[in-house]
């Protein structure tokens, strides 16, 4: 050590002497070389050689040439795509040619990445869990405004599912879901700090990620399996999300890309016409026929428009070795394609990562920040534009607002004087950032320490303001509403980690062990003003009001970890991991301290033992691996028996005197963490040199102590539910994927690389209840009834599953509508079977049918290019989804024109089924949702030369067509497959230019 | 170079002992009031009897919904009241609903299931009475206030924890009428416990008859309570309704007791209202009818159960619901054309209880449940006062429930005496002729000895109290409710059908049987 470090002291000094002679004489002579494949001698072009300070490319031949270079001994370095670095020694001499040849050997694709693991990063060909990384280039184009949806499609088993909303919300669903009442959403982890997802700095925000700007991401790696989530422990069930972000590199790099787009709606509900509608109130409402008007008003088209979105990038990246810098800024504007709906952000980043004490320590400061600002269209525009009679005018000289309105207050309100009327508007800032430091112990070879100090800090308001004018403020009795949501929250965490990385001959160990603490408090603040009595001053003064509510809650989350993980690998393909996660969480119950979290998994490398020796097999391994982790999204305090003070409006009346209450309300002190135990088999494969790779995997899963909010036995608690650890289901399926590089196009030919990935997953409900009966716990409310819900927690059903009376059908398999026993009428007991034949058709005959949850899913991504152009796209499918159209089932009955003096419009679904009353849980409204989607498709030119080197333009169209057999407007009706006047899809056309120098 | 790396080492060393040090993740919650701080003063535990009251009118700790007391419903379904209502007069000539809503037109055809969500929900909400009203009772001990060193307090809750038993009770009635044998749990029964055992309806019975007998001096007299509280006129009105369905209960003949309990409450400052439909309006608390109300009002209790139900939901049509001072109609509830058919001359009937149809634009036959207009509304329930001005709110209206009210001890006091308990005949026929005066404006529509039959009470029951949840109680009281008895809707047919007769019980809820396996069901479900 002391040696080299004054060997290199002297050559330093002695290079400083001679660079500061001037030299008489250039001694210099010229290097020529070739670089040619190692496997077959065949020469390589545009590699790029770097020697003595000065960087070549090879020409067709394999050639290249230096010259004056310094007389020396110089270290040549070659690289190119889809080749093993290659360096060797070489001396020139003054005068004189040096000659070499560089031999290169091809790099298995992909083998040799790193990715990101929970503390910490491996070689793929080293990893023993489910581990997927989806990069940058392979990420969604077009309009991305969160983070999630650059994923979509991408990776097996992993179900994203966005609400068309701009901004709007994201699910994600790594291999089903594993709770009913905690979250489903996965652990996100941003550059190493995980994220307080679920709690109140992103409350009220339209989605938990929507603060990144999607051109800051490096890459996004999942973590699918229980033994690579398990360093996670009790944050791990859902799988991880390990978000990276962009950091500098040496030189200095400017880049820009900006896009403008326009989003067009994509289908209607179909509602009845002027005429049609005005048909079937004739037929089923004549004495309504008064009421109505005589215009032809599209009430949908009214309240849509064709939306406009802009979105600029500008990031500025430079430095040296040893220390390097990134700073980003980005604008983003989208509206919606319903009125009333914006999202605009202001986003800014900085990567900053220095190299001290000689390279021992290195020093990562990463922090970005957001301003987003969302509009909302009003609750209840959608459904109101749905259902408003198409007969009648939009306007009104006469009415107060100006805009028609039905005499009869259980009319439909008109979402036009919604919409101009209500503001709703929502401001967050955000940030996040880190500062990690890494210290590799000079002394002692493999050993560094890492700590990271995170912060995670946001600040949000949305004001909303309902005048007093308004009808639906007049019809609450509470006219004119201003409302304040306020909501900040801040967060830390600390984690400490060692690391030591060693090879002992043929083994090589690595051991990672640590601890880890978070914190957080939300404050969520709200204040409700009704019965205002200036509407002038909208949301931003209250002069005087009738009604004042003021609600303040605090939330404070500590949690504590400690982990370790071992990692062993003998003869570069025997390969076990083992680790282990001990937490302790503020939501846990006193009864319930510490959790354990292990895994344990080992994969065995085929291909590289002796007697596997089929040349074209570049890659075959085979893993197993187990784990438990743990699903703590839930409320904290659960454990607490807390006295509920009653508010102004629910008091009792003692004489003439009002007395607010207190109650006490129900709590288990023994509450903790649900826990899933996991099983994975898996197969990696790659031929030819893994152009053409992939894998297969199996998993089941037992999601047990799962949290439910349940009937407890009459008297045993202060309500008729407690949430308590008591249910279990079991998740399991199989993934495929499968990557081709089926055209290599060296020098500008055709390229195409192509990736195909399927999955399935089977959930199933095992048992919800400590006595082990039939418990039936109903979820997925509907529009139609109050408290109306339309699916089913059930043993035996999959989550979620559509409970629905079976409609009994006629030839053609349409419900029928008769009185099949002739008692007179048309009732429940003609309709449907009775399926627990007690001779009566009631709500005890109702059945899970089918469910939201696809049975497969598909994606497929392919990325092309020829000379100046490049083309991308991808597909996604999912087969065996179900959706209940609440659209069709809410406005699908005649009776609906008789329920008030101001019908509304009814569904065309009712002209087919003849419905005269609400048949709201009917199997007929269960469609099949099976679809194939055209997610988006771009096409690319590249200015590669000339004075637009660096500039590439580009065209995307998103949703470019989708084929469904579902007869509402979009078969991905959001996570839970209820399909009630959800956000409309949209097709968006963007054009857009990037430019990078 | 080397006192560099030894101070980073150090640095790491020293941040990763803090670090571990912290393992201490307890948090307490902040912005809600916990065991250990809440009863530091008698507004406390007034507070808590105060919830004990409101359980009978609101739904939560937000009016008029919000942090619901009952989950697994909708909120406004939960409502004490409603409840009741629901269970006690849908199933009855009294009244048909016209909704969808899950469950709903079961009850009206008397084919409800035991995973009812009505019936689950009545059922929770008369055990979290119950519940409730025990940890009161834990709460207020003795024991507890010399803990808190509160000892001056325990006069003052001598009386609360007696509203707190009678309260228990009154859902106990409510309890073993609607569903027979269940679980008896009191204070005694701790929190968390494992689920208690099955009591029988008798002994259900005979622990309410005990609990009232002992709390009976710890009230105040009759009408000597604040209006909404419980004295001792509401003592024994509820003492009488067990007596006069004894026989239901337990087999044996009581009615005797009742006289008493009923001589108790007529002899007390109770007075018929001049008008009768003044006890269903916006002003009805100043009624010298009500001995105990559940009051409701549009300012400070508000509810989506209750009179705002009743009131709301026998609008629509072409009824203005402006003149019964509402916002608007909500197109649900209207009678039978077998309950018109029980006055003379039907909603003709020189019987001014009658003025309450409205008929326009209705017809009297029901084809469809479903549709408002077929059915004559009842819009009983009002939110004008007497003086014709509006309710406080035109949503929430400011009418109160009465539960127990002068007439209905009247009529009960007739029939026990008919049915042999010792009262006094011409006393008897004198409280039915008040009624019937009052009714008919003068004495024409009175009846003689020879008319005073138990048949008449049962249908002058329905006339004077319909939509106050009695009906059922009455036929089945009358053996007329299941197998014997038929109106329009019964049995799921127009015309009518019998049923079975163990309809004359609700089912114990589905969800209940599971999560207790020491129920055994209801027969017949």
């Known amino acids: ?997 | 170079m080397r006192t560099h790396r030894f101070k980073a080492l150090l640095l790491f060393a020293g941040v990763l002992l803090v670090g571990t040090g912290c393992t201490d993740t307890l948090t307490e919650p902040k912005s809600t009031i916990t065991e250990a701080n809440v009863f530091t003063n008698l507004d406390a535990y007034r507070s808590f009897l105060a919830k004990l009251y409101a359980g009978l009118v609101t739904t939560g700790q937000e009016g008029p919904a919000g942090q619901a007391d009952i989950q697994g419903i909708d909120e406004g379904f939960s409502q004490y009241v409603r409840g009741l209502w629901q269970l006690q007069t849908l199933p009855t000539d009294e009244a048909v609903i016209g909704w969808g809503d899950a469950g709903l037109p079961e009850l009206n055809t008397q084919l409800w299931a035991a995973t009812n969500q009505f019936v689950n929900a009545f059922y929770a909400r008369i055990f979290f009475q119950i519940t409730q009203a025990n940890e009161f009772l834990r709460q207020s001990t003795d024991e507890k206030l010399a803990e808190r060193g509160q000892q001056d307090l325990a006069s003052t809750l001598r009386q609360f924890r007696a509203e707190a038993r009678f309260l228990r009770a009154l859902s106990y009635w409510h309890g073993l009428d609607l569903f027979g044998d269940i679980p008896l749990v009191d204070e005694t029964f701790p929190i968390g416990a494992t689920p208690p055992e099955q009591s029988t309806r008798e002994q259900i019975y005979s622990f309410v008859l005990s609990e009232l007998e002992e709390i009976g001096n710890e009230l105040p007299l009759p009408g000597a309570a604040q209006y909404g509280r419980a004295d001792q006129g509401a003592l024994s009105m509820l003492l009488a309704k067990l007596y006069m369905n004894a026989e239901v209960y337990t087999g044996g003949s009581e009615y005797a007791n009742a006289i008493i309990e009923l001589d108790n409450v007529i002899s007390g400052p109770y007075e018929l209202m001049p008008v009768y439909g003044d006890n269903f309006l916006a002003d009805n608390h100043r009624s010298p009818e009500f001995i105990f109300a559940v009051p409701q009002d549009g300012t400070h209790t508000r509810t989506w159960g209750g009179t705002t139900f009743l009131s709301h939901a026998a609008l629509g049509g072409a009824i203005n619901a402006a003149d019964f001072g509402l916002d608007f109609a909500w197109w649900g509830l209207r009678v039978t054309p077998d309950f018109v058919g029980l006055f003379p001359g039907g909603a003709d009937s020189p019987d001014g209880r009658t003025d309450i149809f409205f008929t326009e634009g209705q017809t009297l036959e029901i084809g469809s449940v479903s549709n408002f207009t077929e059915g004559y509304a009842a819009p009983k329930y009002r939110n004008v006062t007497s003086t014709g001005a509006m309710g406080s709110h035109p949503t929430f209206p400011d009418v109160d429930f009465p539960m127990f009210r002068l007439a209905d001890a009247y009529l009960m006091y007739a029939e026990a005496t008919l049915r042999g308990g010792g009262g006094f005949r011409d006393q008897a026929l004198a409280y039915v002729n008040a009624l019937r005066t009052r009714a008919y404006g003068d004495a024409s529509g009175n009846i003689t000895d020879s008319e005073l039959t138990l048949d008449f009470i049962l249908d002058e029951r329905a006339r004077e109290l319909f939509w106050e949840a009695h009906r059922r109680v009455d036929l089945v009281r009358y053996g007329q409710f299941t197998t014997d008895g038929v109106w329009a809707w019964k049995g799921g047919v127009q015309q009518g059908q019998t049923t079975a007769e163990f309809r004359n019980l609700y089912p114990l809820p589905s969800n209940e049987i599971l999560a207790n396996p020491n129920l055994t069901q209801n027969s017949g479900y």
Do not use: C
């Open chain 1, 1 to 997: 050590m002391r040696m080299n470090n004054v060997r290199s002291l002297l050559i330093a000094l002695l290079t400083a002497f001679v660079s500061a002679i001037p030299l008489q004489a250039q001694e210099t002579g010229e290097i020529r070389g070739r670089v040619v494949d190692a496997d077959f001698g065949e020469p390589l072009i545009d590699v790029l050689v770097s020697v003595a300070d000065r960087t070549v490319l090879t020409d067709a031949s394999g050639s290249f040439v230096v010259t004056d270079v310094p007389a020396g001994t110089y270290t040549l370095m070659a690289s190119r795509i889809g080749f093993r670095d290659a360096s060797q020694e070489v001396t020139v001499v003054s005068g004189q040619t040096a000659s070499i040849e560089v031999r290169m050997e091809v790099r298995p694709i992909g083998l040799d990445d790193i990715v990101v693991t929970g503390y910490g990063e491996r070689q793929v060909r080293d990893l023993t869990g489910v581990i997927a990384n989806v990069s940058a280039e392979e990420f969604n184009t077009g309009r991305i405004i969160s983070t999630e949806q650059l994923i979509q499609g991408k990776v097996a088993g992993v179900q994203v599912v966005d609400d068309a909303e701009p901004g709007g919300g994201v699910s994600i669903r790594i291999r089903g879901a594993t709770s009913v009442t905690s979250s489903n959403e996965p652990l996100y982890v941003l550059d190493g700090v995980p994220l307080q997802v679920g709690s109140g700095i992103e409350a009220g925000a339209r989605n938990p990620l929507s603060f990144l700007n999607p051109d800051d991401i490096e890459s996004i790696t999942i973590l699918k399996d229980a033994s690579s989530a398990a360093i996670y422990g009790s944050q791990g069930a859902n799988g991880v999300v390990m978000i990276t972000t962009k950091t500098g590199a040496p030189g200095a790099r400017f880049q820009y890309r900006g896009s403008v787009s326009g989003s067009f709606v994509v289908g209607q509900p179909d509602m009845l016409n002027a005429e049609q509608f005005r048909q079937a109130v004739q037929e089923h409402a004549p004495d309504r026929l008064s009421v109505l008007g005589n215009e032809n008003t599209d009430w949908r088209d009214a309240v849509q428009r064709s939306a406009f979105g802009q979105e600029h990038s500008l990031a500025v990246s430079g430095g040296t070795e040893g220390s390097t810098y990134r700073v980003s800024m980005g604008y983003l504007n989208q509206e919606g394609v319903v009125q009333g709906s914006e999202v605009e952000r202001i986003s800014l980043s900085l990567a900053y990562n220095q190299d001290l004490l000689d390279e021992s320590l290195n020093i990562q400061v990463n922090t970005r920040g957001s301003r987003t600002n969302d509009l909302f269209t009003p609750i209840g525009v959608l459904g109101q534009a749905t259902a408003f009679a198409p007969t009648q005018p939009m306007f009104d000289e006469n009415s107060e607002t100006g805009f028609y309105e039905w005499e009869d207050p259980l009319g439909v309100n008109n979402p036009l004087a919604e919409l101009d009327l209500i503001s709703d508007e929502a401001i967050r800032y955000r940030s996040v950032g880190n500062v990690t430091a890494e210290y590799a112990f000079p002394f002692l070879d493999g050993l560094s320490v890492t700590g990271r100090l995170g912060y995670d800090v946001g600040k949000f308001e949305r004001k909303t303001f309902e005048p007093s004018v308004l009808r639906s403020q007049q019809e609450g009795g509470e006219a004119g509403t201003v409302t304040r949501v306020n909501n900040t929250g801040t967060s830390w965490t600390v984690d400490l980690y060692g690391n030591f990385n060693r090879t002992f001959g043929t083994s090589n160990i690595d051991l990672t062990g640590g601890y880890a603490w978070a914190q957080s408090r939300d404050d969520d603040t709200r204040f409700f003003a009704q019965q205002i009595s200036f509407d002038q001053l909208g949301p931003d003064g209250v002069p005087g009001s009738e009604i004042e509510r003021t609600f303040i809650f605090v939330e404070e989350i500590k949690f504590a970890s400690f982990f370790g993980r071992v990692n062993y690998t003998l003869l570069d393909r025997y390969l076990l991991t083992a680790s282990l996660r001990r937490d302790r969480s503020s939501k846990f119950g006193p009864d319930e301290q510490w959790g354990w979290f292990p895994s344990a998994a080992v994969a065995w490398r085929l291909s590289d033992e002796d007697f596997v020796n089929w040349d074209a097999l570049s890659d075959l391994k085979l893993r197993a691996s187990w784990g438990i982790t743990g699903n703590q999204a839930f409320d904290s305090y659960q454990a607490f028996k807390s006295f509920f003070i009653g508010d102004a409006l629910a008091q009792a009346q003692f004489g003439d005197e009002f007395v607010t209450t207190i109650r006490p309300s129900a709590a288990d002190p023994g509450i903790k963490w649900e826990q899933t135990e996991s099983w994975n088999v898996g197969l990696d494969y790659g031929f030819f040199n893994n152009r053409l790779s992939g894998s297969f995997e199996y998993y089941w899963m037992s999601n047990e102590d799962l949290i439910f909010t349940v009937p407890v036995a009459a008297g045993t608690n202060l309500s008729n539910f407690v949430t308590t650890n008591i249910g279990d289901q079991e998740n399991r399926g199989f993934e495929a994927a499968i990557d081709a590089l089926i055209f290599e196009g060296r020098d500008g030919g055709f390229s195409w690389d192509a990736s195909f990935n399927v999955s399935t997953n089977d959930n199933e409900i095992v048992q919800i209840n400590p006595f082990g009966g039939g418990e039936v716990i109903l979820t997925g409310g509907i529009a139609g009834g109050i408290g109306s819900n339309i699916q089913v927690i059930q043993p035996g059903s999959p989550i979620n599953s559509f409970f629905v009376l079976r409609h009994i059908r006629d030839s053609n398999g349409d419900p029928i509508y008769e009185d099949t026993n002739g008692d007179g009428n048309i009732n429940d007991n003609d309709l449907y079977e009775d399926i627990n034949g007690d001779g009566v058709i009631n709500q005890d005959d109702r059945t899970p049918f089918k469910s939201p949850d696809p049975d497969w899913g598909v994606g497929h991504t392919s990325l092309m290019s020829y000379r100046n152009f490049d083309l991308s796209f991808t597909l996604t499918a999912q087969i065996g989804n179900y959706v209940y159209n609440n659209i069709a089932s809410a406005n699908g009955f005649f009776a609906g024109l008789r329920d008030s003096n101001a019908p509304p419009n009814l569904h065309v679904s009712v002209l087919e089924n003849g419905f005269q009353d609400e048949q709201f849980f009917s199997d007929a409204y269960i469609e099949d949702a099976s679809f194939l989607r055209m997610n988006n498709i771009e096409l690319g030119y590249s200015f590669i030369t000339g004075p637009l080197e660096g500039l590439r333009l580009f065209g995307t169209v998103q949703n470019v067509f989708t084929l469904t057999g579902y007869s509402g407007i979009d078969p991905t009706a959001g996570i839970n497959g209820i399909d009630n006047n959800i956000f409309p899809r949209s097709r968006t056309f963007t054009a857009g230019l990037s430019y990078d120098f």
